[in-house]
């Protein structure tokens, strides 16, 4: 220790301006690629690590030629909709909207088909197409038909009819889509076996260019949402409208994550100098500590924007968290140092640096370390933004304490702090308290934990996973009213998808498609499918039709209307799509008679280019033998349970309609979601599991006893237990950003019990006096701990500031964790120092 101490005399306190040099020149450094500092709320940030069913879900919309690249604007006039008024706002608006440089284009009731007319049969649909751009229809004609048409109700109008939606498109350029399918398919050669060096660097390429593009049109499609909402605001005053789609909620979680980065970073710098003023009352108490916590953030996002990771809507509180983290490390040395500066006046200022690092850099590294264990369990989670999150606080960590312990010193160095008026017990009276409390009441303080630690575990056996997207947002957000409306009006808001793949040909089968040429050779004539009394080009022959190569027969069409009816019959759900709803809007246009077996057969033939991607290709992809349903959810329900739902239609498709299981696919981003919301109680376990086991291992290495590792350990289970608890009784379920406080509280307030421990082993050498060594410890390190947890209290309490609403549970329920880890670490702590005495016995 004293060839270090030598060391660090000579190096840090000798050449301060030398440190300091250096040290600015990393700044400069870190700096030179902050413009390159990105902000992401893509579904890519919101899943689980290598999580399949993100490019299930790209691989199926481009399979079914459908997109989520697309922005709803719900209309609801004063007017009557269907009323000249009414009709000519909503044209004047689709025009303003289609006239955008950034929408591709837009669908709304005055352009789709009515499919309505006497006239229009089968034969004529290509030229009887009616549309009210296109045509003179009588707008109480065209109200009957949207809303007698399967397709348009609870989609692009409401059921009374009073609410419409504009579907606005946003272009998504070829290239997106082409480096998309070779990432993903160099990703799936990379499962399978080990990639070459020249597949290893195309896929870096490609992964580098696809960010890239994907950053902008991110940009464009920011561009074109702030043009949209622009133009909205113009019709305000005469109609209700609203904006949702999966682009603007992605560009409003970025601004929100922008607005939490700046409204944190400023809150809670203008926190620590009112704290710092307040409780040191010196300039240089002020800016010393706040310059360290500000270059530790400076550091972090430098080396962010370096290697080009994104901040998420999870990590967007890596700022606030360090600065306060920051903060309460040179809290700790100001402290100390103020406490050699009071013993010693006429010492030399480098003297009292050098004897707090001396005093200090033990409990400060473990304080560190156990800090970086809490936040590095959350990258065991499995889920990729708290992945993302604890990598970026453990590499802030590692920087916080170096910067402790070498800028704060060399900057002090150089502004050496007046000696302080304040008299030595200044302050510490109310710490004091404690001590005494615990003298007079310790049966009391067991008691308390022991029932406290019983209302925890009731609590955490109540905790649930289940959470509903719209509930992360304000009720004054533009999300949060555009879901309600689109919930309430227009056929739900989360996207879910059941993928049901046709059964591999029997081995009899031919397996040619009798509607081409090579069907018909004489070798196929003799396992003719239509070979039978039987004609399945007129009749429904039932289980006596032979096997054809086609979904467009009787027999897998009753299958696919038994799914649609069954699905679309949930209490969930609300407006559900097949190729069920096309055969029943065909059914209507012929005359109100089911289609044959011959009109079934030539459906795909039949139907015009246009009506074909409307009709057809969402629904049916015969080259993949693959059936899509999609459906909307309604995410506002208080009923809805993701899983249990998932679980009970997959259930239904196996058992009741026998289907097979590889026959079942769930996709879309609710399956995503559900994914990420059903590994939260895993991950917790986890993460909790890595951190106590961590820190128990560290405790039997600084404290060298068990009993000791136990003694300290128990407070900090009690915190981490009560916020759980909290929540359990709350009914506040798990989420992205509540699984990390449990861990990262027991990784926060560990620290004051190394603190308090380390210090309660030097005073109890003084005497052996187990009582009087608590009082004097609650005198001076407790003080010390009493301005960290309240720092780290109000500092997390700026959280609520936020319009992400895990991310205000997040700040509150940290803030609840810390406040009962400085009681625990004030009351419990001692009374069991004092009752286990692990030092040894007291003097006599």
């Given at each position: ?285 002020v800016a010393v500590p706040l310059l360290c916590c500000l270059f530790t953030v400076w550091l972090v996002m430098g080396y962010l924007?370096?290697?080009?990771q994104p901040v998420t809507v999870i990590s967007s509180n890596f700022v606030s968290l360090l600065l306060i983290m920051t903060l ?517």
């Amino acid at each position: 220790m004293n060839a270090a101490t030598s060391l660090y005399r000579r190096i840090v306190l000798a050449h301060p301006v030398a440190i300091l040099i250096g040290f600015a020149l990393i700044l400069v450094i870190a700096s030179l690629r902050l413009d390159q500092f990105r902000l992401d709320a893509s579904a890519e940030s919101l899943v689980l690590e290598n999580d399949q069913a993100l490019e299930q879900y790209r691989t199926m919309t481009q399979r079914f030629t459908s997109s989520d690249d697309f922005l709803v604007v719900t209309y609801r006039p004063e007017a009557d909709l269907f009323s000249d008024q009414g009709m000519g706002a909503l044209r004047s608006l689709r025009d303003e909207l289609a006239g955008l440089e950034g929408v591709s284009s837009t669908n709304s009731i005055l352009n789709i088909p009515l499919l309505h007319s006497p006239q229009l049969t089968l034969d004529t649909v290509d030229s009887q197409i009616r549309t009210l751009d296109e045509n003179d229809v009588p707008l109480d004609t065209a109200r009957q038909a949207l809303l007698g048409n399967p397709l348009y109700p609870n989609l692009l109008i409401s059921e009374d009819a009073r609410t419409t939606a504009i579907q606005v498109n946003l272009p998504t350029p070829e290239s997106y889509l082409e480096l998309l399918e070779e990432r993903n398919s160099l990703r799936d050669k990379a499962r399978e076996s080990e990639l070459s060096s020249a597949d290893e660097e195309r896929l870096q390429a490609v992964s580098d260019e696809f960010t890239s593009l994907s950053e902008t049109v991110s940009d464009q499609q920011e561009k074109t949402i702030a043009e949209v909402r622009a133009v909205l605001d113009t019709y305000r005053a005469d109609a209700e409208l609203h904006l949702g789609g999966v682009p603007m909620i992605v560009a409003d979680m970025i601004s929100f994550i922008q607005s939490d980065l700046s409204t944190f970073g400023i809150g809670v710098v203008l926190f620590l100098i009112l704290t710092l003023a307040i409780i040191f009352r010196q300039w240089r108490w002020v800016a010393v500590p706040l310059l360290c916590c500000l270059f530790t953030v400076w550091l972090v996002m430098g080396y962010l924007s370096w290697i080009q990771q994104p901040v998420t809507v999870i990590s967007s509180n890596f700022v606030s968290l360090l600065l306060i983290m920051t903060l309460s490390m040179t809290i700790h040395l100001i402290v100390r140092y103020r406490e050699f500066q009071h013993d010693a006046p006429e010492a030399d200022p480098c003297e009292h640096m050098l004897n707090t690092v001396r005093s200090m850099a033990k409990p400060c590294f473990f304080m560190a370390i156990t800090t970086i264990v809490a936040f590095g369990s959350l990258t065991f989670s499995g889920i990729r933004p708290v992945i993302d999150f604890g990598w970026m606080m453990t590499l802030g960590l590692a920087l916080a304490f170096i910067i402790t312990f070498v800028i704060f010193p060399a900057l002090l160095t150089l502004l050496p702090p007046k000696v302080s008026n304040q008299p030595a017990d200044e302050g510490r009276a109310f710490t004091r308290r404690f001590a005494t409390f615990t003298d007079r009441f310790g049966g009391t303080v067991l008691v308390t934990s022991a029932l406290l630690a019983v209302l925890c575990v009731i609590g955490i056996s109540r905790l649930t996973v289940e959470n509903s997207f719209i509930d992360y947002f304000k009720e004054s957000t533009e999300i949060y009213r555009g879901m309600v409306t689109i919930d309430n009006e227009l056929g739900g808001t989360s996207p879910l998808d059941v993928i049901i793949t046709d059964e591999a040909p029997p081995e009899s089968a031919s397996g040619g498609d009798p509607f081409t040429s090579d069907s018909f050779t004489n070798d196929a004539f003799a396992e003719d499918e239509f070979a039978s009394d039987c004609d399945p080009f007129v009749d429904d022959c039932g289980e006596d039709e032979g096997y054809r190569d086609t979904w467009f027969t009787y027999q897998k069409m009753q299958r696919l209307e038994e799914v649609h009816h069954y699905l679309d019959g949930l209490p969930e759900t609300g407006k559900t799509l097949s190729i069920t709803t096309t055969l029943e809007l065909l059914a209507q246009v012929n005359e109100d008679q089911p289609l044959n077996a011959l009109e079934l057969a030539f459906v795909p033939a039949a139907l015009p280019d246009n009506l074909r991607e409307i009709l057809l290709m969402p629904y049916i992809s015969e080259e993949h033998d693959q059936a899509r349903f999609t459906m909307r959810l309604i995410d506002s329900s208080p009923d809805l349970r993701r899983q249990q739902l998932l679980d009970q239609i997959h259930q239904h498709l196996t058992g009741e309609l026998g289907f097979e299981d590889d026959q079942v696919t769930f996709t879309g981003m609710t399956v995503m979601y559900n994914n990420m919301l059903q590994s939260l109680f895993d991950s917790q376990i986890k993460t909790l599991g890595i951190v106590f086991l961590a820190i128990g291992l560290m405790f039997l290495i600084l404290f060298r006893s068990l009993k000791l590792a136990l003694i300290g350990i128990a407070p900090n289970v009690l915190a981490a237990s009560s916020v759980l608890g909290l929540m359990g009784w709350l009914r506040l379920p798990l989420d992205l950003m509540t699984i990390t406080v449990a861990a990262i509280t027991v990784g926060i307030a560990v620290d004051d019990t190394i603190h308090y421990i380390h210090r309660f082993k030097v005073e109890f050498a003084k005497d052996h006096n187990y009582h009087d060594t608590m009082h004097r410890c609650h005198q001076s390190i407790g003080r010390a701990m009493f301005y960290t947890s309240l720092t780290i209290i109000i500092g997390f309490s700026i959280l609520v500031l936020s319009n992400f609403i895990p991310t205000i549970y997040f700040g509150l329920l940290t803030g609840f964790a810390m406040l009962m880890a400085l009681l625990g670490a004030l009351t419990l702590l001692p009374k069991l120092i004092v009752l286990v005495k692990p030092f040894g016995p007291e003097a006599a």
